[in-house]
């Protein structure tokens, strides 16, 4: 039988360059990691991430030593390029992910609001979109958008972090769950978490006055707390979203809309591109598709690599 190790399990709030925050159930200590430690994550996971539960071995009454990863459940990760085509894992153990837009400061872009709902759909984790700052702008403006992601089983939901519209049922979606908030630099998360959950703290970002884009203010992934049951995520805006381990072949799968059709496709393989007799192609012309869902799929599509033959046939 297994020695049982001296500790308890605990959940990592924040990393930093040289520590760990984590939080036990009767304190949170400052932990460094003792050797290389263990667990069922591969080798190039075997760092600790936000999110990870840790078996922790508690060192004095503010500080400890952690032992292990235990296994993680769901991961949130982007592609990172440059020498290597390597992923960035930004955060584990989340249970949905809430992708927050903005009607202006800066514009939407229904583009980055679909590369993260192929993120979520890759990973499997429950999508709501909010669209922030609504006090910029008519609702009546972005009806259809809304509707069209609502058919396809989106929640779609107007906030203003500024006058508090929709912000109770913003901290509806919250309440037990372990969210990660997601969007571009700028479009008001931080000012969202404050409005909830006044005590943390966070530092606000400005609009850049000469590119109308947001500034970082989140410079690391933190995990919060709620007060009234839960835990957020608050991520550093992304301004280039990297898609990992999403190869051409696989993207239609994201979107949800052509699984009907795919059948009626003259061929088996259609990529719904410029193949003759596509049915999604048919489908965006008759508008029973958004013709701006498409064109993000064909742009995200252009970017992506061919997955390599190995690959091909293990899926």
Same mark, same amino acid.
């Given at each position: 039988?297994?020695?049982?190790?001296? #500790?308890?399990?605990?959940?990592? %709030?924040?990393?930093?360059?040289?520590?760990?925050?984590?939080?036990?159930?009767?304190?949170?200590?400052?932990?460094?990691?003792?050797?290389?430690?263990?667990?069922?994550?591969?080798?190039?996971?075997?760092?600790?991430?936000?999110?990870?539960?840790?078996?922790?071995? +508690?060192?004095?009454?503010?500080?400890?030593?952690?032992?292990?990863?235990? +296994?993680?459940?769901?991961?949130?990760?982007?592609?990172?390029? #440059?020498?290597?085509?390597?992923?960035?894992?930004?955060?584990?153990?989340?249970?949905?992910?809430?992708?927050?837009?903005?009607?202006?400061? +800066?514009?939407?872009?229904?583009? %980055?609001?679909?590369?993260?709902?192929?993120?979520?759909?890759?990973?499997? %984790?429950?999508?709501?979109?909010?669209?922030?700052?609504? $006090?910029?702008?008519?609702?009546?403006?972005? $009806?259809?958008?809304?509707?069209?992601?609502?058919?396809?089983?989106?929640?779609?939901?107007?906030?203003?972090?500024?006058?508090?519209?929709?912000?109770?049922?913003?901290?509806?979606?919250?309440?037990?769950?372990?969210?990660? %908030?997601?969007?571009?630099?700028?479009?008001?998360?931080?000012?969202?978490?404050?409005?909830?959950?006044?005590?943390?703290?966070?530092?606000?970002?400005?609009?850049?006055?000469?590119?109308?884009?947001?500034?970082?203010?989140?410079?690391?992934?933190?995990?919060?707390?709620?007060?009234?049951?839960?835990?957020?995520?608050?991520?550093?805006?992304?301004?280039?979203?990297?898609?990992?381990?999403?190869?051409?072949?696989?993207?239609?799968?994201?979107?949800?809309?052509?699984?009907?059709?795919?059948?009626?496709?003259?061929?088996?393989?259609?990529?719904?591109?410029?193949? +003759?007799?596509? &049915?999604?192609?048919? &489908?965006?012309?008759?508008?029973?598709?958004?013709?701006?869902?498409?064109?993000?799929?064909?742009?995200?599509?252009?970017?992506?690599?061919?997955?390599?033959?190995?690959?091909?046939?293990?899926?």
């Amino acid at each position: 039988m297994k020695e049982q190790k001296s #500790g308890c399990i605990g959940k990592v %709030l924040k990393s930093t360059r040289n520590h760990y925050l984590v939080k036990t159930d009767s304190a949170v200590l400052k932990c460094i990691v003792r050797g290389r430690v263990v667990g069922s994550v591969s080798s190039e996971h075997s760092a600790v991430k936000v999110g990870d539960d840790v078996w922790v071995e +508690p060192l004095s009454s503010n500080e400890g030593a952690i032992q292990e990863i235990l +296994p993680r459940r769901s991961k949130l990760s982007r592609a990172v390029e #440059g020498k290597a085509y390597r992923e960035h894992l930004i955060a584990v153990n989340i249970d949905q992910m809430i992708i927050i837009v903005s009607v202006k400061q +800066p514009e939407f872009k229904s583009g %980055l609001l679909d590369r993260y709902l192929v993120i979520a759909e890759k990973n499997g %984790l429950k999508s709501i979109i909010c669209l922030n700052k609504i $006090d910029l702008a008519e609702k009546s403006i972005f $009806d259809e958008t809304a509707s069209w992601y609502q058919k396809l089983g989106y929640p779609f939901h107007y906030t203003s972090a500024l006058t508090g519209e929709g912000m109770e049922e913003f901290k509806s979606f919250l309440k037990g769950k372990v969210s990660v %908030l997601v969007g571009h630099s700028g479009v008001g998360k931080s000012s969202m978490i404050l409005k909830i959950e006044p005590a943390i703290d966070l530092k606000i970002s400005e609009i850049s006055q000469k590119t109308n884009k947001g500034k970082h203010s989140t410079s690391y992934v933190e995990l919060f707390p709620l007060s009234f049951g839960g835990y957020l995520i608050d991520t550093p805006g992304i301004r280039e979203l990297g898609l990992w381990d999403i190869y051409q072949n696989e993207l239609k799968q994201y979107f949800m809309e052509f699984a009907k059709l795919e059948q009626d496709c003259q061929f088996n393989d259609c990529r719904h591109l410029k193949e +003759p007799g596509c &049915a999604v192609k048919k &489908a965006v012309e008759k508008a029973k598709i958004s013709g701006e869902r498409y064109k993000n799929y064909c742009n995200i599509y252009s970017d992506l690599r061919a997955a390599p033959y190995e690959l091909i046939k293990r899926r």
